[in-house]
């Protein structure tokens, strides 16, 4: 799939190595194969059945609610609005909270998937001696129950 934007382009050493192997290893497929399942991660919404089997589009609803302005024309928001999604179309979501909204908008329950965000714990770990040194220099003990902190 070519990228959305003209000037976007390929960077490498955004992952280690080993990992930038393994993503180059991966087959481009053919333009014309069908594929299985097309997952949609972009903005504005776009619910239409894919050629895929299954089409799935992530998307979180903060307020609980499908808006117009998550929609590229009022067509496509007008059709959201007056008729449930294609059996064929799922959304996949990262909270229960944001799955509501979903289900208000007409969504069965085994249309929505929950996908919690994940984290890179070799990147995102706890680092000891670096908050320590933080909270002496902020003269807060290593017990002290913090909210908020800034230097001002």
């Known amino acids: 799939m070519p990228f959305y934007?003209?000037?976007?382009?390929?960077?490498?050493?955004?992952?280690?190595?080993?990992a930038e192997q393994t993503?180059?290893?991966?087959?481009?497929?053919?333009?014309?194969?069908?594929?299985?399942?097309?997952?949609?991660?972009?903005?504005?919404?776009?619910?239409?059945?894919?050629?895929?089997?299954?089409?799935?589009?992530?998307?979180?609803?903060?307020?609980?609610?499908?808006?117009?302005?998550?929609?590229?024309?009022?067509?496509?928001?007008?059709?959201?609005?007056r008729k449930p999604p294609p059996e064929t179309v799922r959304a996949v979501t990262p909270s229960r909270w944001s799955a509501e909204g979903?289900?208000?908008?007409?969504?069965r329950p085994e249309q929505v998937l929950i996908v919690p965000h994940g984290v890179d714990t070799a990147t995102f770990r706890p680092m000891p001696d670096l908050r320590h040194q933080v909270r002496s220099r902020l003269g807060l003990a290593d017990d002290d129950f913090v909210f908020s902190a800034s230097e001002p």
């Open 5 to 18: 934007r003209p000037a976007w382009k390929v960077q490498d050493g955004l992952f280690d190595p080993e």
């Open 23 to 81: 993503l180059r290893s991966i087959p481009v497929a053919d333009c014309e194969a069908a594929a299985d399942i097309t997952l949609r991660m972009f903005f504005p919404f776009d619910f239409a059945p894919s050629r895929s089997r299954q089409t799935a589009v992530f998307g979180t609803l903060e307020r609980q609610v499908i808006e117009r302005g998550q929609f590229a024309d009022f067509r496509a928001y007008d059709r959201a609005k």
């Open 102 to 107: 979903f289900y208000k908008a007409g969504f």
